[in-house]
């Protein structure tokens, strides 16, 4: 089955500093999806960022980067030039792109503090 | 405006007593989800659904039921059964179940006691 690990439950970063959220995966497909999800205190979940294991190219998205390392089954969450408004819960989530696709399987989610 | 929507919020029942939590999308994806999200765990799928009249069960689906009549709507039932069913649920779509990502509605909370 596949498992995805957070291993940062916490981190801080000043306003306007950079932040790198760690997220590593176990699974034994070729092809998949990963994403980074943001659940702020209003507790929606808002999609961040997307990348396709088959790219090799990291996903980018304005502030949001990734550093997907397909080897290592790495997949860590740049934010640069931090914001009060980017502090939330950080959840990494996979899911296949083949049969059982239906599910996306989460981590458990990296509390994310901005300190102004 | 596109999106998802929950509803109530916040959502009280006693223990013993049913209770139907509402999701309804106007993106005109085929695929909906319901997950459960309980404090310092990620997500976990209940049920989820590729079309109209076709429904599956996720990893933890005991003591829920759903349905999906019309293509915008998944309410789900949280039964008597279910053990502990106090948790927050969110209720998500894609484009389709094999393809593409999921979109979140706002979520409810709901408490039993």
């Known amino acids: 089955a596949q498992t995805v690990t957070q291993s940062q439950p916490e981190m801080s970063v000043q306003e306007a500093e950079t932040v790198t959220l760690s997220c590593t995966y176990d699974?034994?497909?070729?092809?998949?999806?990963l994403f980074w999800y943001k659940q702020p205190p209003s507790r929606q979940m808002i999609l961040v960022i997307r990348?396709?294991?088959?790219?090799?190219q990291n996903a980018t998205e304005n502030r949001f980067s990734v550093n997907f390392q397909k080897a290592a089954k790495s997949f860590s969450l740049k934010i640069s030039d931090s914001q009060l408004g980017d502090a939330a819960m950080y959840f990494c989530?996979?899911?296949?792109?083949?049969?059982?696709?239906?599910?996306?399987?989460f981590g458990k989610g990296t509390k994310l503090t901005v300190n102004p | 405006d596109g999106g998802i929507t929950q509803s109530p919020k916040y959502l009280f029942r006693k223990e013993g007593q049913n209770v139907t939590l509402s999701c309804e999308q106007n993106?005109?994806?085929?695929?909906m989800y319901w997950y459960r999200q309980d404090p310092g765990q990620g997500l976990r799928l209940i049920y989820y659904?590729?079309?109209?009249?076709?429904?599956q069960k996720g990893d933890i689906a005991e003591g829920y039921s759903v349905s999906r009549e019309k293509k915008e709507s998944f309410p789900l039932t949280v039964t008597s059964a279910q053990k502990n069913p106090t948790a927050f649920y969110l209720c998500?779509?894609?484009?389709?179940?094999?393809?593409?990502?999921?979109?979140f509605g706002p979520g409810t909370r709901l408490t039993v006691t």
């Open positions: 699974t034994s497909e070729s092809d998949y999806y």
């Open positions: 998500a779509s894609s484009r389709s179940l094999t393809l593409y990502e999921q979109y």
């Open positions: 659904s590729q079309i109209v009249n076709d429904f």
């Open positions: 989530a996979y899911r296949r792109t083949s049969g059982g696709s239906e599910k996306l399987v």
């Open positions: 990348q396709e294991a088959y790219k090799q």
């Open positions: 993106l005109n994806h085929d695929a």
